[in-house]
């Protein structure tokens, strides 16, 4: 059975709990995120890439996956300085609650605000005097994270492409046609992967992991695939050329 090394391609699946109350804040497993009701409709439901080492998961995390069995289920437990710190009483404030009312916000606790540019959590509101939490949510929290390593990746072409729904997660990444050549590589865009917001910034991050994990390859190319769509009439006239002769049995 295979073990997860430093520098490996994984595939996972995870399941993030808190640990004191054993509630789940993050998965990439549709059934687990519908049962604890933090399913998102446009959420990402499939195991997730990561390049062990890269830092892509929190640092304590990213360390445990080394050794890792593929296709065994584990139990990480992070204390709060492996995954969000500990909690620093000097982040929480007391802010005027006209502050609030100029912005004509009306602060209740557990309302997530901005504050000076920087996200906080409402903690209280009193006479005149509204406290907020600067500290991350999972801040002085220990976590649990059941990993599933369900693959290695081992190939050029398998890398690239999963780097590349990685990049453009909506799209069969099948739909993209890669071709090596020596120091180069060739992206071929499917036609739908056109429209995605802000694609030029999409392509040069993807070319960007290319030649990080590829340090052979000098240019990465893109090509741009547009298909000509039949017309009705096109289509019409197609289908009576392949259409067969009716014999009368006059």
Do not use: C
């Amino acid at each position: 059975m295979s073990t997860v090394s430093k520098g490996d391609f994984i595939l996972m699946d995870y399941v993030a709990k808190i640990k004191e109350t054993d509630t789940v804040f993050d998965t990439n497993i549709d059934s687990v995120a519908k049962e604890a009701k933090i399913f998102k409709e446009d959420g990402i439901y499939e195991p997730m890439l990561v390049v062990v080492g890269e830092g892509w998961v929190l640092k304590g995390l990213d360390e445990k996956l080394v050794g890792i069995k593929v296709g065994e289920k584990t139990v990480i437990e992070l204390p709060p300085e492996k995954a969000f710190g500990p909690r620093d009483p000097s982040k929480i404030k007391l802010i005027p609650l006209r502050k609030f009312q100029q912005q004509k916000i009306n602060p209740y606790p557990g309302m997530e605000v901005e504050v000076d540019g920087k996200l906080a959590v409402v903690r209280s509101v009193g006479s005149g005097r509204v406290q907020v939490d600067f500290n991350p949510p999972l801040a002085g929290k220990t976590l649990l994270y059941e990993v599933e390593v369900k693959k290695i990746l081992q190939t050029p072409l398998e890398k690239v492409k999963a780097l590349i729904h990685r990049r453009m997660p909506k799209i069969d990444p099948e739909k993209f046609n890669v071709e090596f050549l020596e120091k180069n590589i060739t992206i071929v865009m499917p036609e739908e992967a056109l429209n995605i917001d802000r694609l030029q910034l999409v392509k040069r991050g993807l070319a960007f992991d290319i030649q990080k994990f590829f340090p052979d390859v000098e240019v990465v190319t893109f090509i741009d695939k547009y298909v000509k769509k039949k017309t009705s009439l096109e289509e019409k006239t197609k289908e009576e050329e392949v259409k067969p002769e009716q014999k009368s049995d006059q």
